[in-house]
């Protein structure tokens, strides 16, 4: 008789998108179970297998075909994606194994050109800490995350696969999925009782396709080629981080440092290239075409590691929740083409968003809308990326779209004019989100709601070292309400009224749920007067009041400064009108008074 299993969530997949939002709701303290077959873990699998016989005849018949796609696939992580993995404590460990990108070149016709492609990604990084690019192939990011959640005391199911799920609405409690899954090495079967149902599980997901969720879009003529290895190149510049060629014969050609020393080169298969090679194209096919393509640099290879051939899909899903019960994350609801390397970043982006309001949810914190707002916000922001996408793909591949024709003769033109475009979309500073229940307009400061909190310096009590603002507001759910107390000279009448309705009103809020920061405007050094100032929660001093500009806030006012457990900035309001900050957060939350 199969095993019957319960948790709070079940996630199918165990790719890095799967992994995080099961990590994300264990530092939360919600369970859930996940599953996935993992293409190069033979070892794992075979450790939680009951019969290693038939652990190593299924690695044989399935995991060799998929080993080498786990090396290539994503491999670069904008800004804002890095600011998320450092607020779920996972990007140390990332940093020590991925190659750092600070620069770039591009050249054409064997010379260096400024001021186009890559190079203008890097100009665009102001406004954070993490001012660079991280290229950590997708498998060791996904160990990275593996790992953080075993720590956690949390193991997947390794070896195992959906095989069918339904949704019970009427069922006596709240655990209305009941999901069957197999070990495809024993065959053992499972069923198991969840409250809700993640698809983490890619492109051709099982769980989109039984919940009849349509995935619209289209296929492209496009096809491209990447090649994970370790080469050599009389290219100047090789060894920096990354390099664009525009190539006459090959397009936008991609020349990327990876960790491990490896190196990838990525081009466009064209129209010339597909009549000649057909569906017969090989991996020295591959290799000619790679060293016709950097000309008139020489490129040599020392031995491949992953290549592919691939061909362009642009899809997105016509819902990211069905039923209240069912979500999709990462490529299942989407996906694209990987010119601006947004695969893992728009993945990342997804599990982040989700996971907190889910968890808040199963906890009793908010209200249904709240969860909503995850399909609201996400597939707003896969839709704007499709877009791209399109143009982006055809100019990759060489092509001009009809809607740029009466314009641009040079497809590489048009590439570098979006690309500059749309830079702050790209790397993911400039993802934000429309007014909704949990992103209400500011009544203080020039942020807007749904837009990315400014991260910021502040001094810690006799502390000569500054403390940024996002180190303090680690991502564990919890909605982080930051007093900007301005100077407590011109501020303290209305400050002491602000902490003290505050304080009232967080005892009717959910145990967990906030958390409070007091920043003073003035120097450190005057600490020995802050028992003098009302403060909540922890007290930091921004002694250049930087932290106060950051926000836009007057150190004379003060404010209130609500940012969402991912970061975001919800609400703000000065300091004599916190009932706008209290009505704010009454509105999606159940109040436990």
């Avoid at 397009?251 to 990525?266: E, N, P």
């Avoid at 060293?291 to 592919?308: A, C, G, H, N, R």
Wanted: with cysteine; aromatic share 10%.
């Amino acid at each position: 008789m199969p095993q019957l299993l319960k948790t709070d969530v079940f996630i199918s997949g165990g790719g890095p998108i799967g992994l995080l939002v099961a990590y994300s709701l264990a530092r939360q303290g919600v369970e859930s179970l996940m599953v996935g077959v993992y293409n190069n873990l033979r070892l794992l699998f075979v450790l939680y297998s009951s019969n290693i016989m038939q652990a190593n005849r299924f690695f044989k018949e399935q995991f060799d075909k998929g080993q080498q796609a786990m090396y290539g696939r994503a491999t670069t992580m904008y800004p804002r994606t890095l600011e998320m993995l450092d607020q779920l404590d996972l990007l140390d460990v990332m940093n020590q194994i991925g190659f750092i990108g600070r620069s770039s070149v591009t050249y054409k016709d064997g010379e260096r050109v400024t001021s186009r492609g890559w190079h203008v990604l890097f100009e665009r990084m102001y406004g954070t800490h993490l001012d660079y690019l991280l290229n950590i192939r997708q498998k060791y990011a996904e160990e990275v995350i593996r790992n953080a959640y075993k720590r956690l005391g949390a193991e997947p199911y390794i070896g195992w696969k959906l095989e069918s799920f339904s949704v019970d609405h009427e069922g006596e409690d709240d655990y209305k999925v009941t999901s069957h899954i197999r070990n495809l090495g024993t065959e053992e079967l499972a069923t198991v009782k969840s409250k809700y149902i993640v698809g983490a599980d890619g492109g051709h997901s099982l769980v989109r396709r039984l919940a009849g969720i349509a995935f619209e879009g289209e296929r492209t003529d496009y096809r491209w080629v990447r090649i994970d290895g370790y080469f050599k190149t009389n290219m100047p510049d090789a060894d920096i981080g990354f390099a664009a060629i525009e190539s006459k014969s090959h397009g936008t050609v991609l020349w990327v440092q990876l960790d491990h020393g490896v190196k990838r080169i990525g081009f466009a298969m064209t129209s010339g290239m597909l009549t000649k090679y057909g569906d017969q194209f090989t991996e020295e096919d591959a290799k000619r075409e790679a060293i016709k393509s950097m000309e008139p640099f020489t490129l040599e290879f020392e031995s491949v590691e992953w290549w592919t051939l691939y061909s362009i899909t642009q899809r997105v899903a016509d819902t990211f929740i069905r039923d209240d019960r069912i979500l999709l994350a990462g490529d299942a609801c989407h996906t694209h083409s990987s010119g601006a390397a947004q695969g893992m970043n728009t993945g990342i982006h997804d599990a982040v968003n989700l996971s907190w309001k889910m968890s808040g949810l199963i906890k009793g914190w908010y209200t249904k809308d709240v969860l909503q707002t995850y399909d609201t916000e996400r597939r707003a922001a896969a839709l704007y990326l499709i877009e791209l996408d399109k143009a982006f793909s055809a100019t990759i591949s060489g092509s001009i779209p009809d809607a740029y024709k009466s314009r641009y003769a040079n497809a590489n033109e048009l590439f570098t004019k979006l690309f500059d475009e749309t830079i702050q979309f790209s790397i993911g500073l400039g993802v934000h989100y429309e007014e909704n229940i949990i992103n209400k307009p500011p009544r203080t400061g020039m942020i807007s709601a749904g837009w990315r909190a400014p991260d910021a310096l502040v001094y810690a009590p006799g502390s000569r070292l500054p403390a940024r603002l996002f180190t303090l507001t680690k991502n564990c759910g919890q909605w982080s309400i930051i007093v900007f107390a301005g100077e407590p000279t011109e501020t303290l009448v209305k400050l002491s009224v602000a902490t003290e309705d505050l304080s009232k009103f967080a005892m009717t809020l959910p145990k967990g749920m906030i958390r409070f920061l007091t920043i003073i405007g003035q120097n450190v050094t005057q600490g020995d007067k802050l028992f003098q100032i009302p403060r909540l929660g922890y007290i930091y001093f921004d002694q250049d009041q930087s932290a106060h500009a950051a926000y836009s806030i007057s150190p004379a006012s003060g404010a209130v400064v609500i940012l969402r457990p991912d970061g975001l900035l919800a609400h703000a309001t000065t300091l004599d009108d916190v009932g706008s900050a209290i009505a704010f957060l009454s509105s999606f939350t159940r109040s436990v008074a």
